[in-house]
């Protein structure tokens, strides 16, 4: 079975700092995702990689796929309070023609101002 | 006009009732699924559909049965509730099977009592 598992699990930090949430697994995955989910929605994608290496921005985010594609990293620089919510990482096993997704158990960022 | 929507919120409901849940997506996507989150905020899939045909299923228990009577609606059926049925179900959509880019619903809180 494959498994994600995210560190850390809860970060509370002041508005204007520097955060990175880690999403580790023994696997491989052919795609990896990062989605935000906010109390009492859905989550939403923020973003997708999938070759090793890459690295996408996103305004203040920071993703990056490792070289082997079985980790991946979400880096937030001066984090600002709406910021806040649930961070989850999703991967894609291979083979890549099922839409399957395994996700991690979450990171809660809480942004105070 | 919303992408994926879910019916109903919330549902309170006892222990051995019967209940649907039901989603539609105005996407146009071929694939859709059922997620179970957990207390702890972990998510799982439950079932994929594409284009009306069952691709996953999770090792779900029997009393669930995934219906689709077309490819913009997936509708979820849950025989003989119990305690641990309690949780939040999601829909999701993606365009198509092997795209892992997922479109989620805002849930469905399920409390069984």
């Known amino acids: 079975t494959q498994l994600l598992e995210q560190s850390p699990q809860f970060l509370s930090i002041q508005e204007g700092e520097n955060l990175t949430v880690y999403c580790n697994s023994s696997?491989?995955?052919?795609?990896l995702q990062w989605y935000r989910q906010e109390p009492g929605e859905g989550p939403v994608l923020l973003v997708t990689?999938?070759?090793?290496?890459e690295v996408k921005k996103l305004k203040r985010l920071t993703f990056q796929f490792g070289d082997a594609r079985k980790d991946s990293s979400l880096h937030i620089t001066a984090a600002q309070p709406g910021d806040t919510g649930l961070y989850l990482c999703?991967?894609?096993?291979?083979?890549?023609?099922?839409?399957?997704?395994?996700f991690g158990q979450g990171t809660t960022l809480q942004v105070k101002p | 006009d919303t992408a994926v929507s879910q019916t109903p919120k919330y549902l309170v409901t006892q222990m051995g009732n019967d209940k649907s849940i039901k989603c539609e997506q105005n996407?146009?996507?071929?694939?859709m699924y059922w997620y179970k989150q957990d207390s702890k905020k972990f998510l799982k899939i439950m079932f994929s559909?594409?284009?009306?045909?069952?691709?996953i299923n999770e090792t779900v228990p029997n009393r669930f049965s995934p219906k689709s009577p077309d490819k913009a609606h997936l509708n979820l059926h849950i025989n003989s509730l119990e305690l641990g049925d309690s949780a939040v179900y999601f829909c999701?959509?993606?365009?198509?099977?092997?795209?892992?880019?997922?479109?989620f619903g805002p849930g469905t809180r399920l409390t069984v009592t």
């Open positions: 999701a959509s993606s365009q198509a099977l092997g795209v892992y880019e997922q479109y």
């Open positions: 696997s491989v995955f052919s795609s």
């Open positions: 990689v999938v070759t090793g290496g």
């Open positions: 999703a991967g894609g096993p291979p083979p890549s023609n099922t839409g399957k997704l395994i």
């Open positions: 996407l146009g996507h071929d694939t």
């Open positions: 559909y594409n284009n009306k045909e069952l691709i």
